[in-house]
């Protein structure tokens, strides 16, 4: 583990912003709430933010892009795949999330390799930073993913006028050889271990059990409608819930031709399985019509679905979609909670 002086990592990121050909993004302060942005200057930089309004996904999943263009001018017909990568260098992720672009790193890579996601994803550098505040609604101390030790390229812990930083990777490596640092001290690496552990005293929202226990809680329920039905009474289908999550990685494709009729794009922009027309296939049926189903299926998704295929509880408990789900119906460590009261009954 090295330290870095306060200071010295903001020349660095400073240096970045100025001389480095990759984009520099961090968390920044935007009508009260946090946003990944570009960087134009290290004193934008909010390290103590609470939780960002979107996670960093839209870095490598953008909400909408083109990944196809076509054309059949003159009788020829001519197809090409786009890919439009930028590297970047993303400095202020807070655990959960790393979490779940580790998730999202594995369905993209999985029977079909996504070249869209992997190569914004090889081009990109994370900078992770231990949680200083927590947002109301975050239960990652209960869920396993307030602190992690993979998934970074650096990992910085404040400690007061230095940072004690982790090295990930050797593109870490590399970028902590810019910089002025020298090897944390026993004191030091105690400190680090001691503010991971009070961080665990900041959550005001726990799952009541062990995540290990959701794939089964959520299964014994998949046919308790009454509380499907009763949770999901609210629910305007916004899909607000699922734009906003880290882990969500559903997405919806449209060819759009040009008014000529000789060529084209095809894009891709998120979806989300609350959403009304989420399940609607081809000749009209929507085989998810009903709204409890919906709602069932987000929980099912996040706590058994993903679990079964890849051994990941895909929600990390960033607690964003409670936050913006305006009936309040969408906080997943009450229903969990909720859920494992319903089976002990
Ligand atoms: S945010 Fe709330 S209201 Fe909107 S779809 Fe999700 S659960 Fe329903
Ligand atoms: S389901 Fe909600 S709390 Fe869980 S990861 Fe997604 S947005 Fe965060």
Known sequence: MKVVQKDDFESLVNDLIRED?????GVQSKDE??????LHDSEDLRLDYDVTILPPKKYFMPQKEIVLEYSHADGDFDVNPVNEVESRIIIGVHPYDLVAIEQLDKVFSDVYEDENYLEKRKESILIGVDMQNVSDWCFAGSM????TDS?????LTDLGDKYAVDVGSKKGKELMEKVESRNATSSEIEKVEKTKQELMDKFEKEL??????????????????????KNSEDCYSCGSCNLVCPTCYCFDVDEKNEL????GVRERRWDGCLLEEFAIVAGGENFRENRAERYRHRYMRKGNYIYERYGDIACVGCGRCGSHCVPDIADPSRIFNELKEEIEE
């Open 21 to 25: 050909p990759r984009e520099v993004v």
């Open 33 to 38: 709430k946090f946003v990944f942005d570009e």
């Open 144 to 147: 396993g993913t307030a602190t």
């Open 151 to 155: 998934g970074y390229d650096l990992m």
């Open 208 to 229: 009541d059990y062990s995540p290990d226990e959701l794939p089964y809680v959520l299964e014994q329920n998949y046919e308790n409608m009454e509380f499907w039905e």
């Open 260 to 263: 000529d009729m000789q060529s």
